[in-house]
């Protein structure tokens, strides 16, 4: 039986108000494409994504053979003048050194003990619906998460408004140490920081017009920073731009709180599992996005 292509199983749900493109985030992560076009979340969907967290796998650099030089004032071609007992039928060292030869081995190079293995972790991705019809559907789904995406529409400032009553709800039900990153979507239609951008219009004067952007990123900064979210990032599920860096800062805070011991990898409330903990790894294959009610059933740990 082939061993689990992952280490650990988090549960991850994305959550903020309709329209702001979760569903277009997940997709893009779980299946690398956007789609222009997709039909209302009703309830929730399911998508998954193993990504790798910690240090890379890289080999120790090899050791030096050469021995340490702790007598290089002594090995000079002049060294002779310093030392009476050396005659001149006596090849030293430096000599053996400036014929080309290499320097003797005082000792064996100990072996270093082999890095450890990059780590993986299954991303178990929960879309869940932002119409207040479903709420009290999709809020069952917050239990057992260690991390969320908390999105909104960088131009529609009503989204960014409403993001305070979805955390709200998430830490009234989800675990305390749960993972929060502040997601602002659809950074293709806005400009970097700007609420108002400028042009050269046609008579040459510089004409003042305003921009699809009605959230800065000071403001949600700022928002992220008061409210103990992770960070804040700009996100393009069109253009695909820091879609993946989202969701693996999320992945890497997790990992490194499954390193500090914080999860009971036994406990499915945790929102963390480890490959002993059932599953056996399911391999590499994508799951795409359904909307099946059979595989919408339960809301616990992955």
């Given at each position: ?33 956007f789609a222009a076009h997709h039909d209302v979340t009703i309830g929730v969907e399911f998508g ?180 103990g979210v992770l960070e804040y990032v700009e996100t393009s599920a069109k253009s695909g731009e ?61």
């Amino acid at each position: 039986m082939s061993s689990a292509p992952w280490d650990y199983i988090a549960k991850l749900v994305c959550i903020g108000d309709s329209g702001c493109g979760k569903s277009s985030l997940t997709i893009r992560l779980c299946e690398g494409r956007f789609a222009a076009h997709h039909d209302v979340t009703i309830g929730v969907e399911f998508g998954s994504r193993i990504v790798p967290v910690g240090p890379p796998h890289s080999g120790p650099a090899p050791p030096s053979l050469a021995p340490p030089d702790n007598n290089s004032n002594n090995t000079s071609p002049s060294a002779d003048t310093t030392d009476n007992s050396t005659t001149k039928d006596e090849p030293s060292s430096s000599a053996n050194t400036s014929q080309g030869l290499p320097p003797p081995r005082l000792a064996h190079p100990q072996p270093r003990d082999p890095p450890p293995p990059q780590k993986h972790m299954k991303l178990s991705l929960w879309d869940t619906a932002g119409q207040e019809t479903y709420k009290s559907v999709t809020r069952s789904y917050f239990r057992g998460a260690s991390g969320a995406l908390l999105v909104f529409d960088l131009t529609r400032k009503a989204t960014f408004q409403h993001v305070t009553d979805w955390l709200n709800d998430l830490r009234q039900i989800a675990e305390p140490d749960i993972v929060v990153v502040l997601v602002g979507n659809k950074s293709d239609l806005a400009s970097p920081d700007a609420t108002v951008t400028t042009r050269v219009g046609a008579n040459g004067q510089v004409v003042e017009e305003s921009n699809k952007r009605e959230v800065t990123r000071h403001e949600a900064e700022e928002w992220a920073r008061r409210n103990g979210v992770l960070e804040y990032v700009e996100t393009s599920a069109k253009s695909g731009e820091n879609v993946e860096m989202a969701f693996l800062r999320v992945a890497e805070r997790i990992f490194q709180n499954i390193q500090a011991g914080r999860y009971d990898l036994n406990d499915r409330r945790s929102g963390v599992k480890g490959p002993s903990a059932g599953g056996g790894g399911g391999g590499n294959r994508p799951v795409r996005l359904s909307s099946d009610p059979k595989q919408k059933m339960g809301g616990g740990c992955c």
